[in-house]
């Protein structure tokens, strides 16, 4: 059983207890966006594992 965790790392305020990497701006979105969607598409052709789930987070703004 494995599971997937993305991060949308786009916050309205920095926490100080976090410890994931974040921004408080959008100048980044869409070259975040698009590493994800790439990342995404590059784990899609390997299918050596099974993923049962796939949990989103982080605080996107957008
Ligand atoms: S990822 Fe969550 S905990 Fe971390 S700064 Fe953003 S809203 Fe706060």
New binding site residues.
């Given amino acids: 059983m494995s599971g997937i965790y993305i ?1 949308i ?7 100080n ?4 990497h ?1 921004a ?1 701006s959008l100048l980044k979105k869409d070259a975040m966006l698009a590493a994800i969607n790439k990342e995404i598409a590059l784990a899609a052709g390997d299918n050596s594992w099974l993923v049962n789930t796939i949990y989103f ?3 996107p703004v957008f």
């Fill in positions: 991060h790392p786009f916050c309205r305020q920095a926490c207890y976090c410890n994931f974040f408080t987070g982080g605080t």
